[in-house]
């Protein structure tokens, strides 16, 4: 990994004693944050409220509740033990983005991560494909895939490198989606997993944009266009042969020369309607 750079983008936002505190760190903080709040929303019974925070593909399209793309993830409902996770892959891998990228590069890739799955939903929503999406469990993963590809051969998890845990995490919750038949998560997090995949590997201390990293992923598929090559070229070309005669004499010619040679002869001889 890196070593820790401690001047400009790169250094902690701000000390807490002897603890560095980075964007990361912020974040992580809200989310538990929020996470309280839910569980006393809940308990006070306003699930309502909660459910309006949630992302809605109907209510962002029709019912212009333009607050969920960003809010649908810090709702989480209900709490569970496996958003302590979260906050670790967020803060652990995190704060290593943050120290190879700078802050600015680590929030607009948490920004890109947060706000595309909501952007693909309303457009499957326009298409007649209602979904609803809450909580930042396919976010957080998606910053521990950016982890991955920034140092694959970190050794974590019994000393298991990143990339492997990351695949095999994937696989894992790929199945359970679709065990459950649950495809929007399913789709969330294959798209900010890609999403993070592309993003880190074009960026590179934030020089390059990660709207623009992805829009550079999407051209490489398009359909190359096809060249058309002269035959005479395609195949090393008449000429080369000619001059090889000339210098060394026709003894001098491979055997793949001189059915080439013949080749040609033959199809001038067939063009002129010659004997």
Same mark, same amino acid.
């Given at each position: 990994?890196? &070593?820790?750079? =401690? ?35 809940? &308990? ?13 593909? =109907? ?12 809010? *649908? ?14 906050? *670790? ?11 190879? #990228?700078?802050?600015? &590069?680590?929030?607009?890739? *948490? ?9 693909? #939903? ?5 298409? !007649?494909?209602?979904?609803? $999406? ?16 920034? *140092? ?20 894992? =919750? ?17 798209? $900010? ?13 934030? $020089? ?17 266009? #096809? ?7 395609? =195949? ?12 060394? !004499? #026709? ?25």
């Amino acid at each position: 990994m890196n &070593a820790y750079r =401690n001047t400009g983008d790169f250094a902690p936002l701000t000390w807490i004693g002897r603890h560095p505190v980075h964007v990361s760190t912020v974040l992580a903080a809200l989310h538990a944050l929020t996470m309280v709040l839910t569980a006393v929303a809940m &308990a006070a019974g306003a699930e309502a409220f909660l459910q309006a925070l949630v992302f809605s593909s =109907n209510g962002f399209l029709h019912g212009l509740a333009l607050w969920q793309p960003v809010t *649908y993830a810090f709702v989480h409902l209900p709490p569970y033990w496996m958003f302590l996770i979260e906050l *670790y892959l967020l803060v652990a891998f995190g704060t290593e983005i943050e120290r190879h #990228l700078g802050h600015k &590069a680590f929030f607009r890739l *948490y920004l890109v991560l947060l706000l595309l799955p909501p952007v693909l #939903l309303s457009a499957a929503g326009l298409l !007649g494909f209602s979904s609803m $999406d809450k909580g930042s469990g396919a976010l957080h993963f998606g910053i521990f895939v950016a982890f991955a590809v920034l *140092y694959p051969s970190a050794e974590i998890f019994f000393s298991v490198q990143a990339r492997w845990v990351v695949i095999a995490l994937l696989v894992v =919750n790929s199945l359970q989606c679709l065990a459950l038949s649950d495809f929007v998560s399913l789709g969330v997090l294959l798209v $900010d997993s890609a999403a993070a995949y592309v993003i880190v590997r074009h960026m590179r201390h934030g $020089d390059i944009r990660p709207v623009r990293a992805i829009a550079e992923w999407m051209a490489s598929f398009q359909k190359p266009r #096809l060249r058309v090559v002269p035959r005479e070229k395609a =195949n090393g070309g008449i000429d080369a042969i000619l001059e090889k005669i000339s210098r060394s !004499g #026709l003894g001098s010619l491979t055997p793949r020369e001189r059915a080439r040679l013949q080749r040609e002869r033959e199809e001038l001889i067939a063009k002129d309607g010659k004997f």
